[in-house]
Each structure stands twice: as structure tokens, then as C-alpha cells.
């Protein structure tokens, strides 16, 4: 069983501020710890359940925090950015039986985590047929491209529950709660245990029922918060401009919004 795992930060147990999730403040030491801690959980989970091969993606910022030295030897990390359109998911493909997201945080426009964003914090808001989207709606997208099923989240449980209404059995671990700008959460122990335990049930659950049905089109919607940032990227081919912030783009295949999202953003 090869199992996928998508590594971000801001949904990490603990996680409060920016500073703490950005390489060049002070905080940031200690938070990428936690993120690290978080992920080897998953992947300890993982191996407890038959995984026989892991490959991480570290899927914030940099795409270089992990640290490397607390890696379990039986796992394959994934650093920076290609530039492919699979982004966050950056080394998928139909060979993986699952796919699984530690640190994850609610979309651009909520209120459950103060770390809220949609990919680059110029968007308010980033719709797929209609839906207001996170990160993980576009990635679990990008996974069901390959028919590979999302069936774990840790992240706020804002993110949590979001990840429940798009894939109904999906497992996840809720590692804090947002008031305004402050945060209730697990203790960074307490969140790797529930990972290491939910991930490992995860798998050994029915991995086909978190496989989400790809609809026949799609329609984006990029809402940014500065038109500005919208007139840079409606030369995109095929986009439209209806509005002074809003971009709109459709098309049949869902790699085809990968790409307008990454080269819009
Ligand atoms: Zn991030």
C-alpha cells in the first residue's frame, strides 16, 4: 500500500500567529518542530496499518520546513516547488492506494483558524462550481484525478468539518479551534497521538467510500482581495473578467483549473 501525505502548517496543534509559521521569525523554529511532529505521527499510523511505501510533500511556503533528521527511514520527501500544477500534491499519481493531510487550515474568509487563507492571502475567496473551496477541496480534487481518495485530515476543526461535508468518510483529527485571533487546541502531544491513531484506523477503514466523484465541468471563480492582483492574471488564455476583483474560467477537465490556478496566483 503506498499512501501520499500533503504537509502544511497553519493547521498545526498550537498554531496561533504568523510569525510562527514564517522561516525568517524566531517562532518558527519551534512551530516546524510541531509540524514535523505531526507528520512522522501520520506516517507512523500509516506503517502501522501495511504502508509500504510513504511520500511526503511539504506543501507550505518554502516547501521546506520539514526537518529532515526526524523522517522514519521508510519515507520519501518531496521539497520546493516544481512548478506542476498538482502544487501541494506534487508527486502524486495512480500507483497510491491514499491520501492523507496533516496541518491543514480552513479556507480564505472563515473563522475557525487565524491562519485562514486559500493558497496566497491575495484571495478572498476561490469558488469550484458555486463552492466556496479551500486548499484541501483543490487537493482532494487533484488526488480523485488519479482516483486516489482522500481519507485523512488533521487541522483545525473548521477545516475538519469542511473536509467531512465534501467527503463524508473521510477521518480527521481536529488540533485547534479559532476565536478571532486567538486559538484553542490539543497540546502538541496530545495532537501527535490522535494522528498517529486516526491515521492508522484510517487505513485500515474502506478507502474507496473517501473517493470523491470529479464532476463533468468545471467553473473557478477567483475572488482577490486588490483588483489589481486581478488584472495582472486575467491574461490567462480562456479567462474572463466580470468584475473588478473576480477572474472566471471553465473547463471539462480539472487539471485545466489546476493550471489556471497556478498561473493565475
Ligand atoms: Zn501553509
Given at each position: 500500500m503506498k499512501v501520499f501525505i500533503s504537509a502544511d502548517i497553519e493547521g498545526t496543534a498550537g498554531i496561533t500567529a504568523w510569525d510562527e509559521a514564517r522561516k525568517t521569525h524566531e517562532e518558527y523554529a519551534e512551530f516546524r518542530e510541531y509540524m514535523t511532529n505531526e507528520l512522522v505521527a501520520a506516517c507512523e499510523g500509516a506503517k502501522a496499518a501495511g504502508a509500504t511505501e510513504i511520500v511526503v510533500k511539504d506543501a507550505h511556503s518554502s516547501a521546506r520546513n520539514l526537518i529532515l533528521s526526524e523522517l522514519p527511514d521508510y519515507v520519501r520527501i518531496i521539497r520546493g516547488w516544481s512548478g506542476?500544477?498538482?502544487?501541494?500534491?506534487?508527486?502524486?499519481?495512480?500507483?497510491?492506494?491514499?491520501?492523507?493531510?496533516?496541518?491543514?487550515?480552513?479556507?480564505?474568509?472563515?473563522?475557525?483558524?487565524?491562519?485562514?487563507?486559500?493558497?496566497?492571502?491575495?484571495?478572498?475567496?476561490?469558488l469550484i462550481n458555486g463552492e466556496v473551496a479551500s486548499e484541501y477541496t483543490l487537493n482532494a480534487l487533484c488526488a480523485a484525478r488519479y482516483g486516489v481518495p482522500s481519507v485523512f485530515l488533521s487541522g483545525?476543526?473548521?477545516?475538519?468539518?469542511?473536509?467531512?461535508?465534501?467527503?463524508?468518510?473521510?477521518?480527521?483529527?481536529?488540533?485547534?479551534?479559532?476565536?478571532g485571533p486567538a486559538t484553542s487546541s490539543l497540546s502538541p502531544k496530545g495532537s501527535v497521538?490522535?494522528?498517529?491513531?486516526?491515521?492508522?484506523?484510517?487505513?485500515?477503514?474502506?478507502?474507496?467510500?473517501?473517493?470523491?466523484?470529479?464532476?463533468?465541468?468545471?467553473?473557478?471563480?477567483?475572488?482577490f482581495t486588490n483588483p489589481v492582483e486581478a488584472y495582472r492574471a486575467s491574461w490567462y488564455p480562456g479567462i474572463e473578467?466580470?468584475?473588478?476583483?473576480?477572474?472566471?474560467?471553465?473547463?471539462?477537465?480539472?487539471?485545466?483549473?489546476?493550471?489556471?490556478?497556478?498561473f493565475i496566483m
Open positions: 506542476h500544477p498538482d502544487l501541494m500534491m506534487f508527486g502524486i499519481d495512480s500507483s497510491f492506494s491514499a491520501a492523507l493531510y496533516t496541518g491543514y487550515h480552513n479556507k480564505a474568509g472563515t473563522d475557525s483558524n487565524p491562519l485562514a487563507h486559500t493558497l496566497t492571502g491575495t484571495i478572498s475567496r476561490l483545525d476543526a473548521g477545516m475538519c468539518q469542511e473536509a467531512r461535508d465534501m467527503i463524508p468518510q473521510i477521518s480527521t483529527v481536529a488540533t485547534s479551534e479559532g476565536f497521538k490522535a494522528i498517529r491513531q486516526g491515521v492508522e484506523a484510517a487505513l485500515a477503514g474502506n478507502l474507496s467510500a473517501c473517493l470523491p466523484k470529479l464532476a463533468e465541468r468545471f467553473e473557478l471563480i477567483v475572488e473578467h466580470p468584475a473588478p476583483r473576480t477572474l472566471r474560467f471553465q473547463a471539462d477537465n480539472f487539471f485545466e483549473i489546476q493550471r489556471a490556478v497556478r
